[in-house]
């Protein structure tokens, strides 16, 4: 069985249409779904039970038995940037983390989770995932220091031999929708499209960056799936490691993308961005992918413009929202 924390979002409910795709359907979903439309992402996907995750918790804190658990798959966090509860962020994104990695490995059971590209803060050190920039880069936000604390913690203790952290970066596609702000600018720059015929970007506060000359390293989901597919079939490579596609494109690039997968000319809007993250906004990642290929991943990412010809046409069109 394989344990699948925040199951039902983004890319835990993805990774679970991969497992699936595999042949793999014992399968335990942990998440919250309160009232949220998440639920929807677990319609077709097959598993063998679904828990909260405070009742999860409280199980593996009394160190509960999952007899024929072989992985946890620890996506599973509150993955709001701009969350601004800080004991929130540490007890779901570290505590809990910690917690649940301590029982995996008493009971040698392999452990992958997801850390984040927003650890890197302003990328005035860079974007390597080397054990040495991972000690000397600062989080620009909360979100970003809760995840930190974790990698930290992994490097301490001496578990980068014995567990598997992706540092996700800018991760886009089908089963996303729920997920309200944090969705990707793709999923909801097609809707303002359709309603405006036009995209709103963030200007540039900078002099050394033109409006909507900002870079991301963008990584569509069905790429990321491959990576932890990897992982799970090579369980003595560990780490941590970024997962993006290492190689930066701006928003404007991104913008003109949508509107060329939906056969229209571009047509953007720059706009303030608001003080509030100005101070906290990173205008350029970009993911060092030597560490991942010298652990002996074939990598080979789609092109942004595929990637997003790919969402928009094969879901956004056809009003499909899930993998």
Same mark, same amino acid.
């Given at each position: ?11 835990g ?6 497992? =699936?795709?595999?042949?793999?359907e ?29 009742e ?5 804190? !009394? ?18 940037t701009?969350?601004?509860d ?35 803060g ?8 080397? !054990?040495d ?28 031999g014995?567990v ?22 793709? !999923?909801?720059a ?5 309603e ?8 540039s ?5 033109r409006?909507g ?58 706009i ?6 100005? =101070? ?21 990412f ?8 790919d ?8 009003d499909?929202?899930?993998?």
């Amino acid at each position: 069985m394989i344990i699948v924390t925040g199951g039902a979002g983004f890319i835990g409910s993805a990774t679970i249409k991969k497992l =699936n795709d595999s042949g793999i359907e014992q399968i335990l979903v942990v998440d919250n779904l309160g009232s949220s439309d998440k639920w929807k992402n677990l319609v077709g996907k097959k598993f063998s039970d679904y828990i909260h995750k405070d009742e999860f918790i409280k199980l593996i804190e !009394n160190q509960a038995n999952f007899g024929d658990a072989e992985a946890v798959i620890h996506f599973g966090a509150c993955s709001a940037t701009t969350e601004q509860d800080a004991d929130y962020l540490i007890r779901n994104n570290f505590h809990y983390s910690r917690a649940l990695a301590e029982w995996a490995l008493a009971r040698d059971i392999r452990f992958i989770y997801a850390s984040s590209a927003a650890t890197y803060g302003d990328g005035a050190l860079g974007f390597s995932d080397d !054990n040495d920039t991972t000690y000397k880069i600062r989080p620009l936000n909360k979100y970003g220091f809760s995840k930190h604390l974790f990698d930290l913690w992994v490097l301490n203790n001496k578990l980068e031999g014995k567990v598997t952290g992706l540092k996700f970066f800018n991760v886009f596609g089908p089963n996303e929708y729920h997920k309200g702000d944090m969705r990707s600018l793709i !999923n909801k720059a097609f809707f303002q499209i359709r309603e405006t015929g036009k995209v709103r970007l963030f200007k540039s506060h900078r002099d050394d960056y033109r409006d909507g000359e900002q870079v991301r390293d963008f990584v569509y989901i069905k790429d990321c799936l491959e990576v932890i597919w990897w992982f799970l079939r090579n369980p003595k490579t560990c780490g941590i490691y970024n997962l993006g596609t290492g190689n930066a494109r701006s928003w404007n690039d991104l913008v003109k993308s949508i509107f060329s997968a939906l056969g229209q000319k571009h047509k953007i809007e720059y706009i303030d961005m608001p003080e509030a993250i100005r =101070n906290a906004y990173q205008y350029h990642t970009e993911a060092k992918m030597e560490k991942l290929r010298s652990a002996g991943y074939p990598i080979s990412f789609l092109s942004l413009e595929d990637s997003v010809k790919d969402y928009v046409c094969a879901y956004l069109q056809n009003d499909c929202s899930h993998l």
